[in-house]
């Protein structure tokens, strides 16, 4: 089992930055993806960005592209998302996960995650 604890988020006006962390514990080994997926009440849960733990290949969402990066450290097991040149439209609760049990290909897919972390509140003012 993989458990995850994230920190970071709060409120930043539009164009500013923020960093989330998320530290994972247990059978981190075991790990082939650990991503972020981001959620409001309005929408479903969305894949925002995720990283190889074997390789560090890293994958974004097309309306994150450009503005946040992923990153790992495989020996403190822990992963952060820089999101730079925020806007209105990123504020969601984030959730960090991570794909240990089986690896699946289809890594923007939030099925594919079987470990979350808490979550936390982003909110971009205008």
């Known amino acids: 089992q993989v458990q995850l604890v994230q920190s970071g988020g709060g409120v930043v006006q539009a164009g500013g930055s923020l960093r989330l962390s998320c530290a994972a514990s247990?059978?981190?080994?075991?790990?082939?993806?650990m991503g972020w997926f981001r959620q409001t009440p309005e929408k479903e849960r969305e894949f925002v960005a995720t990283v190889s733990w074997i390789d560090g290949s890293t994958y974004y969402s097309d309306s994150v592209k450009g503005r946040f990066a992923i990153s790992r450290d495989n020996a403190k097991s822990t992963q952060w998302l820089q999101m730079s040149s925020l806007k209105p439209e990123d504020t969601a609760v984030y959730y960090c996960?991570?794909?240990?049990?089986?690896?699946?290909?289809?890594?923007?897919?939030?099925?594919?995650?079987?470990?979350w972390g808490q979550g936390t509140q982003v909110t971009v003012s205008t």
């Open positions: 996960a991570a794909m240990t049990l089986t690896l699946s290909t289809d890594f923007r897919a939030a099925g594919a995650y079987n470990a």
């Open positions: 247990g059978r981190t080994f075991d790990s082939y993806y």
